[in-house]
């Protein structure tokens, strides 16, 4: 999908929070249990969904709907791809101000669902979001799997940011009021864990604020296929930013109240950065409030943690 709407996001490499499991049924079946509900044996290969094209060893769990590459191919989960390379496209001037607008408007998203406090920012990347929400009175923290990303954003801050797995780097400080996870359970081999250390990072009642794509972005995948003259690939061989799960609307609700999360709000994340994709995006919205079906090229989601 990153090539059809590269989104401003910051994500950590994709696998950080375990392998692939690989010792399941053969070649011709599941290697590995459900990464979204843990389910083994449940998946069944079938047809990608409609208007999209797997490009790649796709499941679709017959337990929880995720929709998932396995078995992982090993250049998905190379750190390489988080180099200097990877993040250099991000510092064009014209990249910058719409990264920062749309910075700005998730920031007002959180803000108009909790008083400003502690903050932390799971897979900040070059933390131009740490920085708009400290100049908003915010007290941030920031954690990057990617050494290169963690550099840029110490460097942006003037301060040192954590490198690592959030489930095991410690000197963090908390517990916080809000986490959020911007693009960031999409490219995770294992995305269960990370919901699990985000949950003891929060303070009970605190707010978790994750955005995905949506895998039932229509109006998008059209787009693509009138564009390219080929359905839009959920996994795409070489891709800058490799897809390794993929969650409807009803799957992400189910995920995130199966990891102990409450009172989850999902709704449209208006993140495309081209002047195109937001008018394909915006279109999306307006079909969206006529069918009652979420189908812009992304969402977030807004939930508390369970006390």
């Not at 249990?33 to 083994?40: D, N, Q, T």
């Amino acid at each position: 999908m990153s090539d059809v709407n590269r989104r401003a996001g910051s994500r950590p490499g994709p696998g950080r929070d375990g392998g692939p499991d690989s010792s399941g049924a053969g070649p011709a079946g599941p290697r590995r249990s459900c990464p979204a509900c843990g389910e083994a044996g449940a998946q069944m290969r079938g047809q990608p969904p409609l208007g999209a094209d797997s490009g790649g060893p796709i499941v679709r769990c017959s337990a929880c709907s995720l929709v998932f590459v396995d078995p992982v191919p090993p250049e998905a989960t190379a750190p390489a791809s988080y180099g200097p390379d990877y993040y250099e496209p991000w510092q064009e001037d014209r990249e910058e101000r719409a990264r920062l607008r749309l910075w700005r408007r998730r920031l007002a998203l959180i803000e108009a669902r909790q008083p400003r406090g502690a903050l932390l920012d799971v897979g900040c990347g070059d933390g131009l979001f740490l920085k708009v929400a400290r100049d908003a009175g915010w007290s941030v923290e920031g954690i990057e799997f990617s050494p290169e990303g963690a550099r840029r954003s110490s460097r942006r801050l003037g301060r040192p940011v954590a490198v690592g797995e959030l489930a095991e780097v410690a000197g963090l400080r908390g517990p916080f009021d809000v986490v959020t996870l911007w693009h960031v359970l999409e490219h995770l081999v294992s995305p269960a864990p990370m919901l699990d250390a985000v949950r003891h990072r929060l303070r009970p009642d605190g707010l978790l604020a994750v955005a995905v794509p949506n895998l039932d972005n229509l109006p998008m995948r059209a787009a693509y296929r009138l564009a390219r003259g080929r359905p839009l690939r959920l996994y795409e061989e070489g891709a800058r930013e490799p897809h390794l799960n993929h969650f409807s609307p009803p799957a992400f609700l189910s995920f995130l109240r199966r990891q102990g999360f409450e009172r989850v709000e999902i709704e449209a994340d208006r993140c495309a950065l081209s002047p195109a994709k937001r008018a394909i995006d915006a279109l999306a919205a307006i079909l969206s409030r006529l069918a009652g079906r979420l189908m812009t090229d992304a969402m977030v989601a807004f939930a508390r943690r369970g006390r």
